[in-house]
């Protein structure tokens, strides 16, 4: 059973900071990796989606690495801003299969 | 892209009412469907898979009689909560799914809180 880790579950930075996001999968037969955006009380924004043959992807500040063999992706934001305050969600997704989600990173950027 | 919309987006209601969530897809069609739930600070739990014209999937401890799915349409999906109780209050959200491994998009969610 395919099960995603995030780390940290929490992670507080003054402005400007460049950070790095945590992802793990156990089972790298994926076809997908994608990273959400959660506001509070609201949906979920995609951010980016890797396909399994690539290996990163970039979307203005923010850029987004799979290392499928080893089951792990990293989401970097590049000179955070407070804007960027949220809960990011890694999911996996293993063809026409419900995505499976890790618990998320709660990220605050301090003005 | 592809947009979901989701209605209503925030409910009160008392203890015993069922409660209906609609999820369209709006440019798309949707070929299956699945509904999430997220308690706070939680991340989403899946609660059941549906394709359009059959029955829904649910995950294990899921009870179907209490969370009645229907996917008639091809982009429209609805879940009914029955005979809501306080602990059913919950964050709920539906994402869609076109056919051929497309991508899953989510809707806004529905804040459903039962006094």
């Known amino acids: 059973k395919q099960e995603v880790t995030q780390i940290p579950a929490a992670l507080s930075v003054p402005e400007g900071e460049n950070l790095v996001l945590n992802c793990s999968f156990t089972?790298?037969?994926?076809?997908?990796l994608q990273w959400f955006r959660q506001d509070p009380g609201k949906g979920l924004t995609s951010l980016l989606l890797?396909?399994?043959?690539?290996r990163e992807q970039t979307s203005g500040r923010l850029n987004a690495s799979l290392d499928k063999s080893s089951g792990r992706s990293t989401l970097y934001i590049a000179a955070s801003q407070p804007g960027d305050s949220a809960t990011y969600l890694c999911?996996?997704?293993?063809?026409?299969?419900?995505?499976?989600f890790g618990k998320g990173t709660r990220l605050s950027v301090i003005a | 892209g592809a947009v979901v919309s989701q209605h209503p987006s925030r409910v009160i209601c008392k203890s015993g009412t069922s409660v209906k969530i609609e999820c369209r897809s709006l440019?798309?069609?949707?070929?299956?469907m699945f509904w999430y739930r997220q308690f706070p600070k939680q991340s989403l739990m899946l609660m059941a898979t549906?394709?359009?014209?059959?029955?829904?999937?649910?995950e294990q401890g899921v009870e179907k009689d209490k969370f009645l799915i229907n996917h008639a349409s091809l982009t429209l999906s609805t879940l009914t909560v029955t005979s809501a109780h306080p602990e059913d209050s919950s964050f709920y959200i539906c994402?869609?799914?076109?056919?051929?491994?497309?991508?899953?998009?989510f809707g806004d969610g529905t804040r459903l809180s039962i006094l």
């Open positions: 440019d798309f069609q949707a070929t299956t």
């Open positions: 999911a996996v997704s293993q063809g026409n299969t419900p995505l499976v």
């Open positions: 549906s394709n359009e014209g059959s029955k829904a999937t649910y």
């Open positions: 994402s869609a799914q076109g056919a051929g491994n497309q991508p899953q998009h």
């Open positions: 089972d790298s037969a994926i076809y997908n």
């Open positions: 890797i396909q399994s043959s690539q």
